[in-house]
């Protein structure tokens, strides 16, 4: 039976970060979802996800229009959680400078183990 543990569920903008013990070390799944908007039509926009500081993956999204909040492709990535199952931190932040944010925006991390 896997495990399921929500790490950050929040509204933007962003970046964002939460802080997690991670119930074990070893292979996992992060998965991210949300939306963005940009300024900038005929835009790549998206999330990008760090662990501890180092970039993990990203979900994006390719925008025609300006002015519009999308929704990102959700993504899972998978991971290693380092042999230390201490405090770790999950931080989401815009993809490029293309990629806006604000209050309108929901963003969700979650860990599958």
Known sequence: MSD??????????????????????????IYVSGSVWTQTAGSAI??????????????????NAAGTHIGVVPVFMPITLPDSMGSHTVTISAINNATTTDVNDNFQVALLL
């Open 46 to 63: 998206g999330i990008m996800v760090s662990i501890d500081g180092a970039e993990v993956g990203s979900a994006w999204v390719y925008a």
């Open 4 to 29: 399921l543990q929500i790490l950050l569920q929040n509204n933007g903008p962003l970046p964002r970060s939460a802080t997690f013990k991670a119930p074990a070390s070893g292979p996992a799944t």
